[in-house]
């Protein structure tokens, strides 16, 4: 048997829209190149702060590593998606992969393989460059899915939402929500109920269910909330500090003292001070159970259906 090789697509940020000849061309070019830029910089910080599995995830086991728990997260997604040695998958926006490589190894070391079983594919979200019915499993850690994704095939999501207590009439709810998407580059926060009707629309959906809303020891979020109690490594710990009143701010004089020093770009600290805000945010979501960061479906994919 041969190990389920991996596709990962990352997708760019931005669109360039040609409006025959007009300015709207020019203004969309300059709003993707915006996002583009928040997005590579946020990326970066990312990196740093989170390491290459750019999600969340739960804490079943109580304390422990988050590279661990996040592992486990992304293994648990491969088990529900009924991965299996010989299979072609797909990993939808991938970013810098971490996920995608992290369950081809789970699944190549069993067969005496590396990375090789990986292969990154640069695209746009909405236009996938993989031919019709490629794929026995899709996922996506945080669209034409159907269309490249084989009869009965399934796709697997752990999707950002706000959930059935969020109220679009409630001033605070909405600042919530505005808060999140600023914070993390998101165009449009879409409910529970909604994506759920837009993934039935391609897909039988078999699953779906806010994993949140268990009862783990140690909360999802903590790594964003300051509470430096959690920290399971010394370096957890100056991670999560960071997050703290004073770790904030020396945060800001450190990175505002590396733009003037020319080791970082112009308008770091911003993009900086950005995150952390759509962090607070975050918190604030699922304090008051409006917002979760994994809300879980698994759906095979309709017969007849080509695109979503």
């Known amino acids: 048997m041969t190990p389920a090789r991996h596709h990962l697509t990352t997708s760019r940020t931005g669109k360039t829209k040609i409006n025959n000849g007009n300015d709207n061309e020019s203004l969309e070019q300059g709003r993707g190149a915006r996002r583009k830029g928040y997005s590579n910089s946020s990326t970066k910080f990312g990196l740093e702060g989170w390491g290459q599995s750019l999600h969340f995830c739960r804490y079943p086991q109580g304390s422990e590593p988050m590279a661990q728990a996040i592992a486990r997260h992304e293994h648990y997604m491969a088990f529900m998606l009924g991965l299996k040695p010989g299979m072609t998958v797909l990993d939808v ?9 992290e369950i081809a190894a789970f699944f190549a070391s069993g067969e005496g ?7 990154f594919v640069q695209g746009v979200f909405m236009n996938i460059p993989f031919p019709d019915n490629t794929f026995d499993a899709v996922y996506a850690m945080e669209a034409t899915v159907s269309r490249v994704l084989k009869q009965r095939g399934r796709f697997g999501v752990y999707e950002w939402v706000m959930t059935d207590s969020f109220d679009a009439s409630v001033p605070r709810h909405i600042a919530i929500r505005t808060g999140i998407e600023k914070g993390n580059g998101i165009a449009s926060l879409r409910t529970a109920v909604e994506a759920r009707s837009a993934m039935e629309k391609s897909f039988s959906i078999q699953l779906a269910e806010n994993l949140a809303e268990r009862k783990d020891t140690l909360p999802w979020w903590y790594f964003c909330s300051g509470d430096t109690k959690f920290a ?8 999560v500090f960071r997050m703290t009143a004073l770790g904030r701010v020396l945060l800001d004089i450190f990175i505002r003292l590396l733009e003037i020093l020319g080791v970082t770009r112009k308008g770091s600290a911003r993009i900086v001070r950005k995150l952390v805000k759509g962090a607070d945010s975050i918190v604030e979501g699922e304090q008051k159970v409006l917002f979760t960061p994994m809300y879980f479906m698994i759906g095979e994919k309709k017969s007849g259906v080509e695109a979503l």
């Not at 926006?93 to 490589?101: E, H, I, L, M, R």
């Not at 393989?113 to 292969?119: A, D, N, R």
């Not at 399971?232 to 991670?239: C, D, L, N, P, Y």
């Open 113 to 119: 393989v590396g990375e090789e079983v990986v292969e």
């Open 93 to 101: 926006g991938c970013g810098v992969g971490g996920p995608g490589k």
């Open 232 to 239: 399971f490594t010394w370096r957890e710990w100056g991670q």
